[in-house]
């Protein structure tokens, strides 16, 4: 079960005690990070990929679907975002909403081809659609500037009217992508608890089943895939504010492996907020083994073998059980309690 | 008309080069229903393995070292042949050990582990050999060139896409000639009635394994002088050959293997007109069919697309 059980009063609400926990935790990352060993502009990177992530497990995680090219989502969030910037307008909002707007676009284009499509094939279609956008993006230098990629992206202020944010430092960028972050996981949360989000989730336990209760499947996998692209790619023009570029590498096979990894070592399939500790294990793995060692890549892999291995359920289920075990094991004994009055009258 | 058959010849002998390089992945999906994506990483070991056994500082003890280098190359090569892909297997043999505990979950996991292994497999040989490029040296009867017609024709190709087709024709041979292909296949179709025949299925299992995992291994031996061996090259088999799988439809034999030389063709045609896009053509050419058709070209019902 991804998310929370219906029946809890979590799943009702807007605003949830945890998310609170959650962003007044991140809030507070700039005021401390410096001061253990690590740096402002990892704690961006960490919101960004968060937002990529939770959006790429309404695909994953929610609905089931195995996609291994969402980076070319992200990426084309990152190139749209760019070129709305020099071609179209220097609003934030309305390049970063062409971003969004563009992947989703891509979103589309990729569906309609797999959505009719189940498991392994649909898996490897998705593959397929990341290989083709990766080449063109790389091959297309008037657009995209190759492999050199786009630079000189600028980090337009974000103008609200009556007000006006410089994003020039991380700092202010931070809590600008923090802003995003909250909006998004708000929407993602009453998305996978609406009732658009259970019949997802009834799609994930069994394709053949809803579509027997009278669900247009293919239209909800569309759908689904659909507005992960367009959050995906939401990130990545984020993505391209916070590097002042965008390169074809985040749409590799690599790339979009490493969202996959990340999104299931935190425990996207069990826990709504398992995404977000996977890109935290990942992001910060990387800059700690990565500064010990050259060879964090073997490390690394050899951590997720054995979180598949023994935890397949991720970090944030091995903490569920944890929590849940205690929860059963204090049930258990008031079962036996229980039992003992019975007896005893 | 006469300028395009090099070019189909081309893309023939490619193709049978990604059948084969398909092949052991393709018996570990089809029959184990698991998908191995460290292949890549086993085939890339292979043509390093056999590089260094075939090169001046064989792996082995100095007296052994000296006694082998006595021999003549085509010997050596004969023998790494064999050799290397045992070697290899060992390797495939542990990843299968790890991937036990996956049977009967979601094919999900098997995929991820195997994504696990192909990162450590990569990142080991990145330690142990660097990443500069190699060459794996090969007999003289089977290197060089000769002319035919006006044209330079490269003979270590037509070495390689027979060689591809002689293993391709054996294994085909093993699993439909023999009680042993028979056990396999009936693992595959129904594992409980299997084990109820006092067979047992997890030596099965790791038997097809490591046999998957050493065709891995003779498919990178065979293809490395032609793509040169860097670490990348596991990736760049890995996917072409789940392409093939996907392609030809999962379970069958034949049609992975019409599959294979389908995207070499592709590959080998678009090379000659357009070599700046040939990669992208076996992606446009998997879209397309896989389009239309929903289990690839002659694919069967199978636990993989639940």
């Known amino acids: ?345 | 008309m006469i300028d395009i058959l090099p070019h189909i010849l081309n893309g023939l002998t490619l193709g049978l080069l990604f059948a084969l390089i398909a092949l052991g992945f393709m018996l570990i999906v089809g029959l184990m229903e698991q998908i191995n994506l460290a292949h890549g990483s086993l085939f890339a070991l292979g043509a390093y393995v056999g590089m260094q056994m075939l090169g001046p500082r064989p792996p082995m003890p100095a007296d052994w070292a000296a006694a082998w280098l006595a021999l003549p190359l085509g010997w050596r090569y004969a023998l790494t042949l064999v050799i290397a892909p045992c070697v290899v297997g060992v390797v495939g043999a542990l990843v299968e050990f790890c991937m036990r505990r996956t049977y009967g979950k979601d094919p999900l996991y098997g995929l991820l582990l195997t994504f696990g292994a192909a990162m450590v497999i990569e990142e080991a040989i990145r330690l142990t050999w660097g990443t500069r490029d190699y060459v794996l040296q090969v007999p003289q009867a089977i290197s060089g060139g000769f002319i035919f017609q006006d044209l330079i024709w490269s003979t270590y190709r037509f070495y390689a896409a027979g060689i591809a087709a002689v293993i391709i024709g054996l294994v085909w041979l093993v699993i439909e000639k023999t009680p042993y292909g028979a056990i396999i296949k009936a693992g595959a179709h129904d594992s409980e009635i299997v084990r109820a025949l006092g067979i047992n299925l997890s030596r099965l299992r790791l038997a097809v394994f490591i046999f998957g995992t050493m065709l891995a291994a003779v498919a990178g031996i065979i293809v490395a002088p032609i793509w040169g061996i860097r670490p990348h090259m596991g990736v760049d088999a890995v996917v072409p050959a789940f392409l093939v799988i996907v392609l030809g439809g999962v379970g069958s034999f034949w049609g992975a293997v019409s599959a294979g030389i389908l995207v070499g063709l592709a590959v080998g045609l678009t090379g000659a007109y357009a070599s700046e896009w040939s990669l992208l053509s076996m992606y446009i050419l998997l879209v397309a069919i896989v389009t239309f058709r929903a289990r690839g070209l002659f694919g069967k019902k199978s636990v993989l697309e639940a």
């Open chain 1, 1 to 345: 079960m991804n998310g929370t059980a219906p029946n809890s009063p979590d799943a009702a609400r807007l605003i949830t005690p945890t998310m609170l926990v959650v962003w007044l935790g991140l809030a507070t990352i700039p005021l401390w990070i410096s001061q253990i060993g690590l740096y402002p502009y990892l704690g961006i990177e960490i919101l960004i990929w968060s937002i990529y992530a939770l959006s790429f497990n309404l695909v994953l995680g929610t609905a089931g679907l195995p996609s291994f090219g969402h980076g070319v989502f992200f990426g084309v969030g990152a190139y749209a975002f760019g070129l709305a910037q020099f071609n179209v307008s220097s609003s934030l909002w309305i390049c970063l909403t062409l971003a969004m707007l563009a992947a989703a676009l891509a979103g589309v284009f990729v569906a309609l081809f797999i959505s009719h499509r189940r498991g392994i094939y649909y898996a490897f279609m998705t593959i397929a659609f990341g290989q083709i956008f990766w080449t063109i993006a790389i091959k297309w230098h008037s657009v995209t500037g190759g492999e050199d990629g786009l630079l000189k992206i600028e980090r337009l202020p974000a103008d609200l009217g009556f007000v006006s944010f410089d994003l020039k430092n991380n700092a202010s960028f931070y809590y600008f992508v923090l802003a995003v972050f909250i909006v998004i996981v708000i929407a993602l949360w009453r998305l996978t608890h609406s009732p658009y989000g259970r019949i997802l989730s009834a799609i994930r336990q069994s394709e053949t089943r809803a579509a027997h209760l009278g669900y247009r499947v293919w239209l909800y996998k569309a759908s689904v895939f659909t507005i992960s692209a367009g959050m995906s790619g939401l990130a990545g023009g984020l993505f391209a504010m916070a590097q002042l570029a965008a390169f074809p590498d985040v749409m590799s096979l690599h790339q979009s492996g490493y969202i996959v990894m990340m999104t299931l070592v935190g425990g996207g399939l069990v826990s709504f907020w398992g995404p977000i500790v996977g890109v935290v294990t990942f992001l910060v793995a990387r800059d700690v083994i990565g500064a010990m060692t050259s060879a964090w890549m073997l490390w690394f892999g050899l951590l997720f073998i054995a979180i598949v291995l023994f935890k397949p359920e991720g970090i944030a289920g091995a903490f569920r059980s944890v929590v849940d075990g205690g929860k059963a094991r204090a049930k258990r004994a008031e079962g036996v309690s229980a039992l003992r009055l019975l007896f005893r009258s």
